[in-house]
């Protein structure tokens, strides 16, 4: 497999990271290629296509904010916003996302899903219902076939 090489190691990537990323390109035997911008967590997906009918080498590249190698929001595509473009959309989706108390944790959690389902909803849980069942006929858990 080829050695992909990172855009924040080529030279000029601070001074005009636009022009950077617009002539990347992905060497041979590599269609697609994801790589961390910043710190933060502003990601670049590059993805390779080929045309069928000539050899033209497309490339679709697309800023994400990802958080923990997971994606998070996708922040729009190199032709639609700049490089800081997607920085200040970046830190927008940061604060929508992220807890304000705690960087590293999202706003929004299967505990907090969790909750929210327990405080809102008046149904109980289907195993409590399913223990309710049994108390009230207890012969329908039994199987047909063994007799008491």
Not at 6 to 32: C, H, M
Not at 72 to 97: F, H, N
């Amino acid at each position: 497999m080829p050695v992909v090489e990172k855009l924040k190691s080529k030279s000029g990537f601070k001074s005009f990271p636009d022009r950077i990323i617009a002539e990347y390109t992905l060497p041979v035997g590599t269609n697609e290629s994801r790589q961390v911008l910043t710190d933060n967590g502003l990601c670049l997906k590059i993805v390779k296509t080929h045309s069928r009918k000539s050899k033209k080498v497309r490339y679709e590249k697309t800023y994400y904010f990802a958080k923990g190698g997971k994606l998070i929001s996708r922040l729009g595509s190199i032709k639609d916003m700049s490089y800081k473009q997607a920085l200040e959309a970046l830190s927008v989706a940061r604060s929508q996302k992220l807890d304000s108390t705690d960087d590293r944790k999202l706003k929004t959690s299967v505990r907090d899903v969790f909750n929210l389902y327990m405080l809102t909803n008046e149904r109980k849980w289907a195993a409590k219902r399913f223990i309710k069942n049994m108390v009230l006929k207890p012969n329908s858990l039994r199987p047909s076939r063994i007799k008491p």
